[in-house]
């Protein structure tokens, strides 16, 4: 069998290096060409006969050929040379190849020539220039962006990390780099960080993470990473393109507003409570009532009939247990009493009553009552506002209170009686307004939540058998109600309680006098207050003048316009009226005109934006004035300057 090698001859090793699609040639030591497969013509864009024979120098021009004269030189020397280079072809500019000079030897070792291997990598070098270009606009956008960003293996480890990245963890880009995360990580949420960042590498899908991360500075911040999967040229999952942000206020804000929907949650579920406590409440009144007035049918039957029996009866012993019927019959009156006022059936003589003074005048009462044992604390509010009370039934109430405290404390303790003023907004049971709140507070055993929850009922009671009727605070609970207020009861076992009744704030000055024959208004001017009715239209500023008032110690009358003011003015007998002169509907000057009509003398002060003097002085001419805006001191000085004629 022949040779295989000595089969092939010189057309077909030229067909096959014509095929290959790299550039091949052989030269001699003379440098000449003696060998150019079709590739190579081509890139000359000569025959393949016009190539052969001539020198390197002549093919290549004179700046590449000395260009490359040494690489020649050394491969012609037995020296293989691997080389890249620009190349600057004559119709295509200059071009960028790959070549390989492969020194060739005879039998002897001699070398006689070289094999030149050439490639054209002008479009893989500008691929290549492209890919770094757009990799250093990518490192640029990626370090200006306030976000911090990494490109990762499936492996998880990282080929890059943005400055941002790198300040965070408070280290060079290298160093994050190859930072093990995890220890980062805040212990509560590395369990389920861990898990989640798993489950969303193993999706292949975009996926996002939220949790507390350590800073450089050591401050816990909040981070929302979010990571997209990317893939290499054949479609294959090769990592993840990720980016986190600082959320931490966005966090803190949620979490104040959660905060915010609990209290308001607590406090709608307090309201609901309130409400069907009232509802409970309104039944029982309504059953009671009927009961009590049928029982006061009863009753006046039976005590008229006593009442005969015993006038008209000559024994002596029958005309003792008529008596003792009768006494019996009176006390079952007081009881169906108690229970219409808890019922609001009995009408109240409710009427403007001053509440501080009131409870002065109970003192030498409730000191007999309450007895040595138990010290008594007053704290009564100096200001004087009137309010819708029934007086006697008033002291009944506080009466029934001091001895339940007297109960509570067998051992001895403390009975705080304190009243203040103050402003009712968003209530379940009151309606919005001025109230004086009427506190008294004890010392004792205090009361369950079971307990606190029945506490008004009528015939509740937990004391022992014929210690209490259990209608105290029932009747307390109807004569708050029925004056427009509320009462309430906060109570801790072994610590004490605190029931607080609400008496709403009445229009106009008690008609009786409130202590040592002088008028709440006599009263009020002596400790240097007043009364003074607020009539403006701009809430805020009315509010602003009301507050800045009462902490001056005035009592405050606010109407919303002109038309409610001269109401109000009609029901209340104010030392002082502060109008804003600029008003929709009846404007300042019309008040003040409809005032001065009623009460020549009455004290007026404009507060006013603008500098209407004049039109005042035509209005009022007697009428201090105020310009806005002014400070509550300002305020006070123009109160006492517009009462000093006064």
Request: aromatic letters at 6%; glycine letters at 8%.
């Amino acid at each position: 069998m022949p040779d295989f090698a000595t089969t092939i001859d010189f057309a077909q090793i030229l067909a096959v290096a014509d095929a290959l699609p790299i550039m091949i040639a052989f030269i001699g030591r003379d440098e000449r060409y003696s060998f150019v497969n079709r590739a190579l013509a081509d890139w000359f864009e000569r025959p393949r006969k016009d190539i052969l024979g001539r020198r390197m120098s002549d093919m290549l021009g004179e700046e590449d050929y000395r260009a490359r004269k040494p690489l020649f030189d050394a491969a012609l020397a037995g020296e293989r040379q691997f080389f890249a280079a620009d190349f600057h072809h004559p119709t295509r500019g200059l071009l960028a190849v790959q070549a390989d000079y492969v020194p060739q030897r005879d039998a002897e070792g001699n070398v006689i020539g070289m094999i030149i291997l050439v490639q054209d990598i002008t479009e893989q070098r500008a691929a290549e220039r492209a890919l770094k270009e757009s990799e250093a606009r990518f490192r640029r956008i990626a370090n200006s962006a306030p976000a911090m960003m990494w490109v990762t293996h499936l492996d998880r480890t990282r080929d890059f990390v943005n400055d941002a990245y790198a300040e965070f963890a408070g280290m060079s880009r290298e160093e994050a780099r190859v930072l093990d995360w995890r220890e980062r990580i805040h212990p509560d949420d590395q369990a389920r960080l861990v898990a989640e960042s798993v489950a969303g590498e193993a999706s292949g899908k975009p996926f996002t993470l939220e949790a507390r991360y350590r800073r450089h500075d050591g401050e816990w911040r909040w981070l929302r990473s979010v990571s997209q999967p990317r893939f290499g040229p054949d479609g294959e999952l090769s990592g993840f393109i990720g980016a986190a942000s600082d959320i931490s206020e966005a966090k803190a804000a949620e979490t104040e507003l959660q905060r915010q929907v609990a209290d308001r949650t607590a406090e709608l579920v307090e309201a609901q409570d309130q409400l069907r406590q009232a509802q409970k409440m309104e039944a029982l009144g309504q059953l009671t009532g009927g009961i009590a007035h049928d029982f006061n049918n009863l009753l006046t039957v039976v005590v008229g009939g006593l009442d005969l029996i015993a006038k008209q009866v000559t024994d002596e012993r029958l005309n003792r247990y008529a008596t003792n019927a009768l006494a019996a019959a009176e006390r079952g009156a007081r009881l169906t009493a108690q229970l219409l006022a808890f019922s609001r059936v009995q009408r109240l003589e409710v009427k403007p009553t001053y509440v501080a003074p009131l409870i002065e005048e109970m003192r030498p009462l409730l000191r007999n009552v309450l007895g040595p044992g138990i010290e008594k604390v007053f704290d009564l509010d100096p200001h004087l506002t009137p309010v819708l009370a029934d007086p006697t039934q008033l002291e009944v109430a506080v009466l029934n209170l001091a001895i339940n405290a007297r109960d509570a404390m067998p051992d001895g303790g403390t009975l705080t009686l304190s009243t203040r003023k103050l402003r009712i907004g968003d209530d379940a049971e009151l309606e919005p307004g001025t109230y004086v709140e009427l506190s008294i507070a004890d010392t004792g055993s205090g009361m369950d939540a079971d307990t606190l929850a029945r506490a008004f009922e009528p015939f509740f009671t937990t004391k022992e058998v014929g210690k209490g009727t259990g209608l105290g605070l029932s009747m307390v609970y109807g004569m708050a109600r029925q004056s427009g207020g509320a009462v309430k009861i906060d109570s801790t076992p072994g610590i004490g309680t605190t029931v607080r009744l609400f008496f709403r704030r009445a229009d106009r000055d008690a008609e009786v006098p409130a202590s040592g024959g002088r008028t709440g208004d006599e009263l009020r001017r002596g400790r240097g207050q007043a009364t003074v009715l607020v009539i403006d239209d701009d809430e805020e500023v009315r509010h602003f003048i009301t507050a800045s008032l009462e902490e001056y110690g005035h009592d405050v009358i606010e109407a919303a316009d002109g038309v409610d003011g001269i109401e109000r003015f009609g029901s209340s007998r104010p030392d002082l009226v502060i109008i804003d002169y600029v008003m929709p509907g009846l404007s300042g000057a019309e008040v003040a005109a409809h005032i001065i009509a009623t009460n020549p003398d009455q004290a007026i002060l404009f507060v006013s934006g603008y500098s209407e003097t004049d039109e005042i002085r035509k209005a009022a001419p007697n009428a201090n004035v105020l310009f806005k805006p002014f400070r509550a001191a300002a305020l006070e000085e123009a109160v006492r300057a517009a009462l000093e004629p006064a």
